[in-house]
């Protein structure tokens, strides 16, 4: 076998300079928006702007951009915040084969960097492609037994952090290769932090962006790494893993397909565990008229991660509720959708929700299990108070590539994150910047808006 690292840092540096198909271009542009959307709401709510508060005499001298509170700093600072910032909401990109949220570090990282050293929009955007390349790669590698133990977007994002730095900074295959390989040494956050209570989770990202930029630096500054450190008997894969990695899935299509093209937008703002459940129940009130008090009882037949991480019935914050399929399926019926409202002061202390909470149970499924993580299944059954059964089988999750938002669908959901953050003009200005401009994306004025 050759050596994995070396090929993917290949693959990075070839997103420099190679042709980009529109195709490619404007999913990354895509991608990119739905970062922006995603992180807007964390600006105002979450860790983030405590944290921006009190590591404001860090910042240190630079021009990237912090968003949630507008401040310039260095390229560090700022993708700790927006990789904060970016996560909190629970509505960033997931790479559904590797089980990976790649926009949180990723993006947070390229952008600060590409602000700092004052990039091109379009050395962003390919710097990003790469990363992503590197990042959704080494996590179909890792999993499923890495997700076990580890949240994968806080390990595996330092890597595709790392990687769009190393980038931006002019680095050739072999700077990229040691930034790898030294961002393999940052990699960390357990499950505990993203299962249990406490809203540690965000800084899992931010943290990843950080140390990704962090490595990319050191990388491109002449400091090396061991470019065995993915595949070793004592890398990265065997210390986080049950091998030394599944890298003849990884590399599978390298040069043929690229991961920014086949990403899941999040249609709900909840785990995406919860989306087969959700997208479920939804078809079966397409086809049957029923509602919240309609229900006598609901069982979800799931995959592994439904059943550990979502069989929650203690909801008593927002992102509690996040990952409850209780939750969800209530906020679902009696609210109408999982986005931004579901998760309010006001809605957690609904009765009609709580009510619902109760009689959704939830089981693991052999056989759904199995086709983890490739497929986000769940099975239903819905029985109502009148006593008819509803039976059905969701195959797919709205969002994932073989279901997508389409550019109106990802237009609106932006529209709509966005919308608490920023008046009607920059919320356009932002969009149009990022859909059609050439320039980088540069400072927004965050304020809660009323109406």
Not at 216 to 237: F, N, Q, R
Not at 259 to 282: A, E, Q, S, W, Y
């Amino acid at each position: 076998m050759s050596n994995p690292l070396i090929t993917l840092a290949e693959a990075a540096a070839h997103w420099n300079s190679c042709p980009l198909s529109e195709e490619v271009d404007w999913q990354t542009r895509r991608t990119i928006l739905d970062w922006f959307g995603s992180m807007l709401p964390g600006c105002l709510d979450g860790p983030g702007p405590a944290l921006a508060k009190v590591l404001a005499s860090g910042r240190g001298e630079g021009r990237a951009i912090s968003y949630v509170d507008g401040s310039v700093g260095t390229s560090r600072h700022a993708a700790l915040l927006n990789g904060v910032t970016s996560h909190t909401a629970e509505f960033d990109d997931i790479f559904r084969d590797g089980g990976y949220h790649p926009g949180s570090p990723t993006i947070s990282a390229a952008l600060a960097v590409a602000q700092d050293v004052g990039a091109s929009g379009e050395a962003f955007r390919r710097a990003v492609i790469g990363g992503y390349e590197v990042g959704c790669r080494v996590a179909i590698a890792l999993q499923p037994s890495h997700y076990r133990d580890w949240h994968i977007t806080a390990t595996v994002g330092t890597i595709g952090a790392a990687v769009s730095t190393a980038m931006l900074l002019g680095g050739t295959a072999d700077t990229i290769a040691h930034a790898i390989a030294i961002s393999t040494s940052f990699a960390g956050g357990h499950q505990e932090n993203l299962q249990g209570l406490g809203n540690t989770k965000p800084l899992h990202c931010g943290h990843a962006a950080e140390a990704g930029v962090l490595a990319g630096l050191a990388a491109s500054a002449g400091v090396t790494g061991s470019l065995d450190s993915l595949h070793a008997p004592h890398g990265y894969a065997a210390a986080s893993s049950d091998t030394t990695g599944n890298w003849q899935a990884a590399l599978d299509g390298l040069g043929e397909w690229t991961p920014i093209t086949r990403m899941t937008f999040k249609n709900h703002g909840c785990c995406g565990h919860i989306f087969p459940t959700l997208d479920g129940v939804r078809t079966l009130q397409s086809q049957v008229s029923f509602q919240a008090g309609d229900i006598h009882s609901i069982t979800v037949h799931g995959y592994g991660p439904t059943a550990a991480i979502c069989n929650r019935m203690k909801v008593e914050t927002a992102r509690d509720a996040r990952f409850s399929v209780q939750y969800c399926v209530g906020a679902l019926l009696a609210v109408g959708r999982v986005r931004m409202e579901a998760f309010t002061p006001e809605a957690l202390a609904r009765e009609d929700i709580r009510a619902i909470m109760p009689k959704v149970v939830v089981v693991e499924d052999a056989e759904i299990a199995a086709a983890y993580p490739s497929r986000r299944m769940a099975r239903l059954r819905v029985e109502l108070t009148d006593g008819r059964v509803l039976d059905h089988f969701q195959q797919t999750r709205k969002g994932d590539p073989d279901d997508p938002l389409t550019d109106e669908e990802l237009v609106e959901k932006y529209d709509e994150l966005a919308a608490g953050a920023l008046g009607d003009q920059d919320r356009e200005g932002l969009k149009q910047q990022v859909l059609f401009g050439t320039d980088l994306p540069l400072a927004l004025t965050i304020a809660p808006r009323t109406a």
